[in-house]
Structures are given as C-alpha cells and as structure tokens.
C-alpha cells in the first residue's frame, strides 16, 4: 500500500527487545516504561484529531477506537508512574526482588516491592492498549491519506473530463471555464511540488507522512507531526475537502456547461424554426422573379443587390447556417472530439446569431421587395393613364396594346406573390409605352431592366467609397429620356464607366489577393486560406476579381487582406515558415581522402538564400544529405555564429538560422 507506515512493535519482538524503554520480564514478559511510552500517545493529540469534524466514518472509527485505548493506557499508567518509577528505572537489577536458584520462582522483598510488581504486570497486560492506540492512529492516517490521494485524482480526472470538453480553452469564454482554471492551478502545484497556499498543503502532507514513517523506528517514537497530518487532511480547508469540491466543483462545472449549451440550443432551434417560417414566406413571395433594387437615399451594404441577388444571398446563409447548426449538435454527441462541448456550445450560439440575422435580412428584404412593387404599380399606373389620355390619338393597336395593359395591371393587383405582381406590374408599362408608341414593351423592359441594375451598381459604387456624382446626374437625364433611340448604348456605356473605376481604385486587389495567397501557403496557414476564401466568395471567379459582382464589398475584400495578414505577421511561428519555405538551398558534400584505418575529413558546404522579401529568426531549414551522416553543433567550422542549432538524423540535417532576413543569403 502506497501510503502504509510501519508497525515495528507488531514485526517480532526485536523492537522491544532493543528498545532501552522496555524490559523483559521472566514469567511477566515486556513491560514498557509508561512514563516514558506515554509520549507518543499524548503527542498524536487524539482528543483533538476526533474533533477535526471528519467525513469518513471509517476514518472516524479508527481515530475513536484509537482515542479509547489511550485512555486506557493512561489510566493503567498513572499509579506506576507515582509510586513505582523508580524501581522500574533499575528494574534490571531486580533490587526488589529475589529469585530462588534452584527453582527460579519470584520471591518479594516487601509489600512496597510486591505492589509495584502488581503495576508491572497490569502494564505487560497494558501494553496491548499502547500498540492498539498506535496501530489505529496510524490506521487513520493511512486511510486518509488513501482518501486523499482519491480526492485528489478525483479531481485531476474531473480537469481531464473538463479539458477534453474544451473548457479549459482560452476561447471558453462562459462561467465554467473559472472551474478549470481552478482545478488546473490546484494539480499544476501539487506536480510542482511547491508547498504554498492551500493546495500545496497535499505536498507537505506527503514530508509529513514519509517523517512519520520514520519517527515510529525511535525507542519513542516521536508522534508529533501526527495531529497537523491530520489536520492538513481533515480541518475545513485541509486536503481531503479542498480536492473534494475541487472535484464536484468540476463535475458542476461540466454539467453547467452543458446546460449553456442546452440553452444556446434551444435558442438556436427557436430561432432556426422562426428563421424557417420567414424563409417560407419570403419563398411565397417568389423575390427570384424581382430582378430590380431598391432605391436607396444613401448607401447601405445590407440592401445593395437586386431582390433576386439579397434572395438568392439569403438562401446561401440559411443553408450555411443549417449546416454550422447540424454540424454543431453532432460535436456535442461526440465526446471524444477534442474541445467538443467548446466547438458545440460555440457553434448553436453562432448559429443562433445566424439564425437571427437571417430572420432580420429576410423582414428587410420582404419590406424592400414590396417598396420595389410599389414603384413599379405606380409606373405602370401612370403610364396607363398617360395612354389612356390619348387614346383618341393612339389608333386601334395603341388601343389594344392599352387593353392589354390594363389587363395586365388587374393581374398585378389580383397577384398575392410580390414577384408575380412586379412581373405583372413591369408587363403594364411596358405595353403602356407601347401603346404610346414610345417602344415595344421588350425594349421598355430591357430599358427598365438596365436601369434598376445602373441603379444598383451606384448604390454599391457609393458603399466603396467611389465617387459617382457624375453618373448619378447622367443615370437621371437617361431615365427622363427614355425616348433617344441610342438609350441602350447610353446605359450600356454609363455601367461600363462605373466598372471602370472601380477597376481603376482596386486595381491593385488581385496583386495584393496573389501575394498574400502566395505567404499563407508558404506558412501552411490552412485556417487563413479557408477565411480568405470565405471573404473572396461571390467577388473572385477563377483568381479575378468580378468587379461587377463585388462592388460595393471591394473596400472590405481589401481591409479583410490586409487583416489575414496582420494576423498572419502575428504569429511568430507561421512567419518562420514562410521565410523556412522561401529558402534555396545549395549543398555539396566533399569527401577527403579515404583511409583504411583511420577516420575520413567530410565537409558540408551549405548556401541558404531566402527567395522572398520576408525575414524570420530562430528559422528551421531541413538540409537533405547524399546519404547518412552525423553531425553536430561543434562541427561548424564556418558561420557557427548564424547558427543557433542543429541536429541530423538519416538523410536529413535540421539547421537552425539565428536569422534571415529578405533576400539574403547565409553559408
């Protein structure tokens, strides 16, 4: 048993025999000297160590039953201790006795001497109580000791549990993770083996115990750091409590964060179910058929698009966000994920973010779609009234044409969908300038069309920080002039020119987008190239930038670049990487003259030359060799001072560069 001590007074007789506080009397047998082998009783202070209020009955038991034969011990002890010390000092010389040769039976020198006889022999029947006393005093200790060690692995198994769930992860940010930074600091002392504060007390118990194990080898056995083991394990704050709850505390905390996740959960799945009924009733909507934005007073990035393109991105995000929530209820099933209940607790209350911001795109969206129809039903009504006036003038196929429109409008306002009633509503203006002879109603609608979408690239334009006061002033003297036969060249050439300076301001995107794909690769920074390529969707097709998809994101594209990189330059690690895989490297091996008997002078010349404009410090570079060879930091004979390590193994020399900066070269 890890914690047990030794009994040396139960290990045959040698201890007693050799022990100068204990005699061995014929017909009696060993006597000890109470007054002295009373110490170590007093000094276990059991009277006390019953009080210390401890929670294990067996422990308890141990302590009562060791309490009670002490008592015994001292009471049987105080008369000897009076009356008879002296005689029991030369007891050896048997002064008070007599001893009849021939028979070898005890005879009495006198009454004084017969009595302390009687004490002698009560104290060899006594003796029993000493070791009683003992043993269960130490049978306590080892059994708390025991219990100890369970609270505290109790505990080191509850931060296990807690780390593999991922609460003691820096990005934990709920209650819990206090629970772990806890129980973390309580194990991280106890290894160190420091002795401060409450927690190190576990490791001052373990000098206490291995002192006592040593103290019960003395003829009296010094018993004194008994009481404060005892206490350091059982008083309010002592070992056995503190790991206890450190423990509970843990397996608290472990419950309270799946609770939080629970409750994200729920939220998330209330707001998925709410995010779903909007969905469907913007699917009612038909917002596809809306090929028109929505005019806008100044800019906003949250309504740039036609309603057809805001659809079609509010779809996109719904089914990511299904698949982040899907994604994370199947984490918290998998309890040997590492960091699961993080990564899942994480992912419902992102989703429920999600959720919620889809719910809120989908009421700005519908509200937009429907400010869309409305201008459309008042164009479309204002043209028929315009036809209607001159219908004396407009001739039968002006009539028909105006019937039709008409026709048209009624379906508009019949339609329950927002899309059906735009497509109806565009119909009506478009057969209503027909019938005023203005232009077919393909023709108005390919105007109508080429106009929503300038409009909308303005909008966007303007969110980028272009300035288009200019083509704003021009889009409005074309929409009064829809009459000039040239009117599509116009427009054609009007989004063109719009393209063309955001071409010109964020020109240098796809450079800038090159260099920085180019670093993140070198690093191997997979999490970055992922979040880049999750900022590029919808505006980089193929390696370019679709300026006219991405205007009105191109200002943000470019401030996410620069913010992969900041985050890139930040990691020291990383930035090694990328100087370590920019490197050239030039080897060659010369062999000296070989000997038969004796070693051969190898050298390795080795040039390394950074290909890049990035620097690094403490820059592995793996040198592969022409076969095995070993080599060792003491080995340079040429440029030991850039060099702050190196280490071969196989094929393969690991040099370690103090530094390197662009494009330098090092041998």
Same mark, same amino acid.
């Given at each position: 048993m890890e914690n047990a001590i030794a009994r040396p007074w139960d290990e045959g007789m040698a201890w007693e025999h050799g022990n100068p506080h204990m005699v061995d009397i014929p017909g009696v047998g060993v006597v000890y000297d109470s007054c002295t082998m009373s110490r170590p009783l007093a000094d276990l202070r059991l009277e006390e160590t019953s009080g210390l209020g401890i929670s294990d009955a067996n422990v308890q038991a141990f302590v009562n039953d060791a309490y009670a034969h002490s008592r015994l011990y001292f009471d049987s002890s105080v008369a000897f201790c009076a009356n008879c010390r002296i005689m029991y000092i030369s007891i050896m010389s048997l002064p008070f006795i007599a001893i009849d040769p021939g028979t070898m039976n005890w005879r009495f020198t006198d009454m004084q001497d017969i009595q302390c006889m009687y004490y002698a022999v009560s104290l060899q029947e006594n003796r029993q109580n000493w070791k009683s006393a003992m043993n269960n005093a130490l049978d306590a200790l080892e059994l708390s000791m025991e219990k100890a060690d369970e609270s505290v692995n109790g505990a080191r198994s509850e931060l296990d549990v807690l780390e593999r769930a991922g609460l003691?992860?820096?990005?934990?940010?709920?209650?819990?993770?206090?629970?772990?930074?806890?129980?973390?600091?309580?194990?991280?002392?106890?290894?160190?083996?420091?002795?401060?504060?409450?927690?190190?007390?576990?490791?001052?118990l373990q000098v206490y115990r291995h002192n006592i194990s040593e103290a019960v080898w003395e003829d009296v056995p010094n018993m004194a750091l008994y009481y404060p083991a005892m206490e350091i394990l059982w008083a309010e704050d002592g070992v056995a409590n503190t790991f206890e709850a450190l423990a509970e505390n843990g397996k608290n905390a472990k419950m309270e964060a799946e609770g939080i996740y629970r409750q994200y959960e729920s939220g998330a799945d209330a707001a998925r179910q709410y995010a779903e009924e909007k969905y469907d009733e913007l699917e009612e909507n038909k917002p596809e058929k809306i090929d028109a934005a929505v005019a806008l007073s100044s800019p906003d990035a949250s309504r740039i698009g036609t309603i057809a393109e805001r659809y079609e991105t509010i779809t996109d995000e719904k089914e990511n966000a299904d698949k982040a929530y899907g994604s994370a209820k199947g984490m918290f099933a998998d309890e040997w994920m590492q960091g699961y209940l993080k990564f899942a607790t994480i992912g419902v209350s992102s989703s429920k973010e999600?959720?919620?911001?889809?719910?809120?795109?989908?009421?700005?969206?519908?509200?937009?779609?429907?400010?869309?129809?409305?201008?459309?039903?008042?164009?479309?009504?204002?043209?028929?009234?315009e036809a209607a006036s001159r219908e004396t003038t407009i001739g039968s196929a002006g009539k028909e044409k105006l019937e039709d429109a008409r026709n048209a409008f009624e379906k508009g306002d019949r339609a329950a969908a927002l899309g059906d009633k735009y497509v109806y509503y565009m119909e009506a203006a478009g057969l209503a300038a027909a019938a005023l002879g203005e232009k077919s109603f393909a023709q108005e609608s390919d105007v109508q069309l080429k106009i929503a979408e300038?409009?909308?690239?303005?909008?966007?334009?303007?969110?980028?920080?272009?300035?288009?006061a200019g083509e704003k002033a021009e889009l409005e003297m074309l929409k009064n002039n829809?009459?000039?036969?040239?009117?599509?060249?116009?427009?054609?050439?009007?989004?063109?020119? !719009?393209?063309?300076? #955001?071409?010109?301001?964020? *020109?240098?995107?796809?450079?800038?987008? +090159?260099? %920085?794909?180019?670093?993140?690769?070198?690093?191997?920074?997979?999490d970055l190239i992922v979040q880049m390529q999750d900022a590029e969707r919808g505006i980089i097709v193929n390696g370019r930038v679709d300026y006219g998809n991405g205007l009105g994101r191109l200002a943000w594209l470019r401030s996410e670049y620069e913010s992969i990189e900041e985050q890139l330059e930040g990691d020291f690690e990383a930035m090694n990487d990328v100087v370590a895989n920019s490197i050239v490297t030039d080897v060659s091996l010369v062999v000296g003259k070989v000997r038969i008997d004796g070693p051969t002078d190898i050298?390795?010349?080795?040039?390394?030359?950074?290909?890049?404009?990035?620097?690094g410090e403490d820059v592995e570079v793996s040198v592969p060799l022409p076969g095995k060879?070993?080599?060792?930091?003491?080995? !340079?004979?040429?440029? #030991?001072?850039?060099?702050? *390590?190196?280490?071969?193994?196989?094929? +393969?020399? %690991?040099?370690?560069?103090?530094?390197?900066?662009?494009?330098?070269?090092?041998?």
């Open positions: 003691c992860d820096d990005d934990y940010a709920w209650q819990p993770h206090d629970a772990c930074t806890n129980i973390s600091e309580a194990i991280s002392i106890i290894d160190s083996g420091t002795y401060e504060g409450t927690y190190g007390k576990y490791n001052i999600s959720y919620e911001a889809i719910e809120a795109n989908i009421d700005l969206l519908l509200e937009d779609a429907q400010q869309v129809v409305d201008n459309a039903r008042s164009d479309a009504e204002d043209k028929i009234n300038i409009e909308d690239l303005l909008n966007r334009a303007e969110g980028d920080g272009i300035n288009i829809r009459e000039l036969p040239d009117i599509i060249s116009r427009l054609d050439s009007l989004k063109a020119r !719009i393209v063309g300076k #955001a071409k010109i301001i964020f *020109g240098g995107l796809e450079e800038q987008r +090159e260099e %920085l794909l180019q670093k993140l690769r070198l690093a191997d920074a997979d050298t390795l010349n080795a040039l390394f030359k950074n290909t890049n404009d990035y620097a060879f070993q080599f060792d930091y003491f080995d !340079i004979t040429e440029g #030991a001072e850039d060099v702050s *390590g190196l280490s071969s193994g196989g094929s +393969e020399l %690991l040099i370690t560069l103090i530094s390197l900066g662009p494009y330098e070269t090092k041998s």
